[in-house]
Nanobody, 118 residues
Framework: VQLQASGGGLVEAGGSLRLSCTAS????????MGWFRQAPGKEREFVGA????????TYADSVKGRFTISRDNAKNTADLQMNSLKPGDTAVYFC????????????WGQGTQVTVSS
């Protein structure tokens, strides 16, 4: 499975951005798609995930109510809509895919920078 992320950029606090992750290859092997982020000097953290078939979503508490994950199986995409952005959301965002019957995200896209100015 190969993943390609896009959509990062610079936005003012309170603004919105939409990230997209396109999967290719053996997408039938995907259990869920996750979004993670890593700010400078910090560890990578989980943002949210969506199951590939059932569309079940989970979110980190820090983004609940502001971020929304969606997926389009026909296009093999998983998007992250980010609203009410805060400077603390500034990070490199990564999409990842977890294969069926595993507990780890084995496939990762390249990061995309999101910068929120105050």
């Amino acid at each position: 499975v190969q993943l390609q992320a896009s959509g990062g950029g610079l936005v003012e606090a309170g603004g919105s951005l939409r990230l997209s992750c396109t999967a290719s290859g053996r997408t039938s092997s995907i259990y869920d798609m996750g979004w993670f982020r890593q700010a400078p000097g910090k560890e990578r953290e989980f943002v949210g995930a969506i199951t590939w078939r059932g569309g079940i979503k989970t979110y980190a508490d820090s983004v609940k109510g502001r971020f929304t994950i969606s997926r389009d199986n026909a296009k093999n995409t998983a998007d992250l809509q980010m609203n009410s952005l805060k400077p603390g959301d500034t990070a490199v965002y990564f999409c990842a895919a977890r294969p069926i019957s595993t507990v780890t995200y084995d496939y990762w896209g390249q990061g995309t920078q999101v910068t929120v100015s105050s």
